[in-house]
Nanobody
Framework: QVQLVEFGGGWVQTGGSLRLDCTAS?????IAWFRQAPGKDREFVGV????????YTPNWVKGRFTVSRDDANNGIILQMNNLQPEDTAKYYC?????????????????WGQGTQVTVSS
């Protein structure tokens, strides 16, 4: 069982920045961030793959968010800039045991407990 732990959530004003870290007990095929706001589906935010060292974020991020590797902790870092109130959500780290890059929550095998990000206007 892979253990994932998220760090770095909190409260920030509109336009501010936050960095989220996720550490994993072991390295898996890929590791990703998702987020979920109250009443909404869990949404893909970004992923890295270890074998091919791909970093991918969806178009809606528009360059505000970037993901990077944390080699020492088998983890992933999410740097979020120019945060907006609609970014308020619980952010989850997820790991996929094997296989290629995926963006659907159903494709991930392990999940962290999540960390809350609140952006005030």
């Amino acid at each position: 069982q892979v253990q994932l732990v998220e760090f770095g959530g909190g409260w920030v004003q509109t336009g501010g920045s936050l960095r989220l870290d996720c550490t994993a007990s072991e390295r898996t095929s890929s590791i990703a961030w998702f987020r979920q706001a109250p009443g909404k589906d869990r949404e893909f935010v970004g992923v890295i793959t270890w074998a091919s060292l791909i970093r991918y974020t969806p178009n809606w991020v528009k360059g505000r968010f970037t993901v990077s590797r944390d080699d020492a902790n088998n983890g992933i870092i999410l740097q979020m800039n120019n945060l907006q109130p609609e970014d308020t959500a619980k952010y989850y780290c997820a790991a996929r045991k094997a296989g290629g890059l995926r963006v659907q929550r159903e494709d991930y095998d392990y999940w962290g407990q999540g960390t809350q990000v609140t952006v005030s206007s």
